[in-house]
């Protein structure tokens, strides 16, 4: 394969910052980036990978769990995401989630969620950055640890929800300070990697930018890691 596709998942509107820097990275390591949007008919749409961008929470409902605040929810996009990620699982295709992406990713796989942050933050601040000022634990001998080639680094962070009870045969491979879940992998999948913060705001570092060279790698059904 010459030139993947790449789906890129995002809100009817909105978001376009996100959205232009992941298909900018797709191109980089050689994919054809297109955006996917609620309403978007997915079976006719042919891709090879799929990035689950960031955005609003996911609705509670999805993993079976009553409302604790009330946020913005997007129906609309959930269902599109729902049916991306879907298919992405059955056809075994790369899939990387963002934020949000890595949320719905897990709830997919039957995992929940916290619904809010701020009560589990000892360590760490609850403020929103897009600059890489908190800290990274991961997991040795991880698919994440072998990307980022590091056990320790610095990354951003835009959620005020995260990942509780992991879903069905995904492993939790790295966390911050306060133990909150950061990165999510199945092992048995070619490529599915679900992450909390937000490389595409992180592109000038070069361990983040492996993370999208790794996706479009295994779309291309080379080694994922270079």
């Excluded at 820097?21 to 609620?38: C, D, F, H, N, S």
């Excluded at 609003?56 to 929810?73: C, G, R, T």
């Excluded at 990274?136 to 590091?150: A, E, G, I, K, Q």
């Excluded at 092992?187 to 490389?199: K, R, S, Y």
């Amino acid at each position: 394969m010459s030139k993947p596709t790449i789906a890129i998942t995002g809100p009817m509107r909105g978001a376009f910052g996100p959205r232009f820097l992941v298909a900018t990275v797709v191109r980089l390591y050689g994919g054809e980036p297109i955006q996917v949007r609620p309403g978007d008919q997915i079976e006719s749409l042919t891709y090879h990978g799929v990035v689950v961008t960031g955005g609003h929470d996911i609705d509670p409902v999805l993993y079976a769990a009553e409302p604790e605040v009330h946020p913005k929810y997007d129906a609309e996009r959930d269902a599109l995401e729902i049916a991306v990620i879907d298919d992405a699982l059955k056809r075994h295709l790369p899939l990387l989630g963002i934020c949000r992406g890595a949320q719905l990713l897990n709830a997919r796989r039957g995992g929940n969620l916290f619904q809010e942050l701020k009560s589990h933050r000892k360590m760490t601040s609850n403020r929103w950055t897009i600059l890489p000022l908190k800290t990274l634990m991961v997991v040795p001998d991880t698919f994440v640890s072998r990307l980022l080639r590091t056990h320790r680094c610095r990354i951003n962070s835009l959620h005020n929800q995260a990942i509780d009870q992991v879903g069905v045969d995904l492993q939790v491979t790295a966390r911050d300070l306060d133990g909150i879940v950061q990165a999510i992998e199945d092992p048995g999948h070619p490529f599915l990697l679900g992450v909390q913060w937000h490389p595409e705001f992180l592109l000038f570092i070069s361990r983040q930018r492996r993370i999208f060279k790794a996706l479009l790698a295994a779309c291309k059904g080379q080694q994922p890691v270079s």
